[in-house]
């Protein structure tokens, strides 16, 4: 079992940064990969970045350059920082974990809004 637990979302103008985090516990050494997802409103989830045990580290095309995804061991801890926020980057967030073939963990989500 693994928990996630988000927070740093809000309303910010567009121009704007946030810093999202993810708290995980549990059966952290399972884990394979860790990512953000995003969805807005009416739209499925997509894949924002993505950091794999080894710190291989992959974006959507939207954010390449925008967004950085890092981790704290220390602190069992991932962030998405994100620079130079459009309207379009508003949807709800979610911190991932990849077992692999076990399976996937999702947090609650967090809301981030820019507003244009």
């Known amino acids: 079992q693994v928990q996630l637990v988000e927070s740093g979302g809000g309303l910010v103008q567009a121009g704007g940064s946030l810093r999202l985090s993810c708290v995980v516990s549990?059966?952290?050494?399972?884990?394979?990969?860790m990512a953000w997802y995003r969805q807005g409103p009416g739209e499925s989830r997509e894949l924002v970045a993505r950091?794999?045990?080894?710190?291989?580290?992959n974006y959507a095309d939207s954010v390449r350059g925008r967004f950085t995804i890092s981790r704290d061991n220390t602190k069992n801890t991932v962030y998405l920082q994100m620079n130079m926020l459009k309207s379009e980057d508003t949807a709800v967030y979610y911190c991932?974990?990849?077992?692999?073939?076990?399976?996937?963990?999702w947090g609650q989500g967090t809301q981030v809004t820019v507003s244009s």
């Open positions: 549990g059966s952290i050494s399972s884990i394979k990969s």
């Open positions: 950091i794999t045990k080894e710190g291989n580290t």
């Open positions: 991932s974990a990849g077992l692999g073939g076990v399976g996937t963990y």
